[in-house]
Structure formats: C-alpha cells, structure tokens
C-alpha cells in the first residue's frame, strides 16, 4: 500500500525557519517524481514545488522561489521542503504528492495526510 | 500562469441528482485537465486524469469530459459519500500546474 506521511509543520514567527519531511513507503520511491502542494486554511490548492526521481530537476512557484528548498533521498525514501524567511502568507496545510509515472498528463495520484505550517507572532 | 475557473462555486444536490461541475481555462490546455475530490479534513484524490480517464478504484458514476478551455464532471447519481469539494487542475504549464478555486458540493 502506498503511503506517504509529513511531518515537521509546526508554529513559527515571521522570518523563521521549518522542515517539513514526508517519508514514503509501499512504492519504489527513487523512480517517481515528487510535489508539494499546499492549501491555506480554507482556501483552495496551490501547487508549491517539484523534484525529478534523481534531483536532477527541481522547480518552485513563484510564491517561495529562493526562500524554500526542496530535496530528496532515495535512500531513506524521503522528501523534503526547507522553508526560510517565512511569511504570514506561507501559513498553510503541506502536502506532498506522487506523480504516476508513465503519463503524458501531469496529476498527484497519491497525497499524504498534510502538516500544517502556521506563521505567526 | 494559466487561471482555472470552475462553476459553480457552490451546489446543493440531493441523493441520486445527476450534477455536473464546469471548470474553463483562461488559454487552451488540449486535455491536460484532471479532477480531484477533498473532503474536510482530508487530502485530495485523485478522480480523473486527463480529462476522461478514470482513476483506478474510482466508481463510474464519476466521468470527465472536455478538451480546449472548457471541461465538465459529471456525477450520474449522487451517493452520500459524494458530498465533497472538487478541484479542477491543469498541467498543460506542468510542473507549474494550477487548480481552479473549488466547488463545494452540498446536500439539499
């Protein structure tokens, strides 16, 4: 069974930092690219970030580009998001996502249950 | 970026309706649109990918339909399980994909 699980959401003040991971299991993790997708409270979905299977590319929305880092390892099955200088507006429920391999239409055919980041003073 | 609108924002149905959700993309995203059902407190799932391809393990009272600007999701006959709210994404501007604003889907 697939399955993927986040972690490292928290409370944080303005300007601060947080990692969040999300470790998966019951697929071969290395062979699948990777998103995070968040969803403020109440609002609907925006997608944050991707990496490919073997990091070799990485893409951020706008919205975090050179405050968030997304990574990976193949080995431990794990994905993960460095947030930096975070703002009121990065509050959110973070999602990471599986894409299916093998399509010509980009979709998360598997999500973990979130971890919310709240950023406040 | 490509803005994905869906109508209605809201709906209230009864058990066994026939209900349909319209999404539209503000360019031409071919069939590179997929759908998605959240219930509160829960991530979304996946229902259709490439706006008529059915999601394993989902039931086929859900289908999809579309291509250009303008999609729809039809539900046949409303189940209890159904009320939810269902996102519209596109991935034509992949990996920079896009998700339309919602449509809570309410029992009358």
């Known amino acids: 069974e697939v399955q993927l699980v986040e972690s490292g959401g928290g409370l944080v003040q303005p300007g601060g930092s947080l990692r969040l991971s999300c470790a998966a299991s019951?697929?071969?993790?290395?062979?699948?690219?990777m998103n995070w997708v968040r969803q403020a409270p109440g609002k609907g979905l925006e997608w944050v970030s991707y990496?490919?299977?073997?990091?070799?590319?990485?893409y951020y929305a706008d919205s975090v580009k050179g405050r968030f880092t997304i990574s990976r390892d193949n080995a431990k099955n794990s994905l993960y998001l460095q947030m930096n200088s975070l703002r009121a507006e990065d509050t959110a429920v973070y999602y990471c996502a599986r894409e299916p391999r093998s399509t010509s239409c980009v979709s998360f055919d598997y999500w973990g249950q979130g971890t919310l980041v709240t950023v406040s003073s | 970026d490509i803005q994905m609108t869906q109508s209605p924002s809201s709906l209230s149905a009864s058990v066994g309706d026939r209900v349909t959700i319209t999404c539209r993309a503000s360019q031409s995203i071919s069939s590179y649109l997929n759908w998605y059902q959240q219930k509160p407190g829960k991530a979304p799932k996946l229902l259709i990918y490439?706006?008529?391809s059915l999601q394993s393990g989902v039931p086929s009272r859900f289908s999809g339909s579309g291509s250009g600007t303008d999609f729809t999701l039809t539900i046949s006959s409303l189940q209890p399980e159904d009320f939810a709210t269902y996102y519209c994404?596109?991935?034509?501007?992949?990996?920079?994909?896009?998700f339309g604003q919602g449509t809570r889907l309410e029992i009358k």
């Open positions: 994404q596109q991935s034509y501007s992949t990996p920079r994909v896009t």
């Open positions: 019951g697929f071969t993790f290395s062979s699948y690219s």
């Open positions: 990496i490919s299977s073997s990091s070799s590319t990485i």
């Open positions: 490439a706006a008529s």
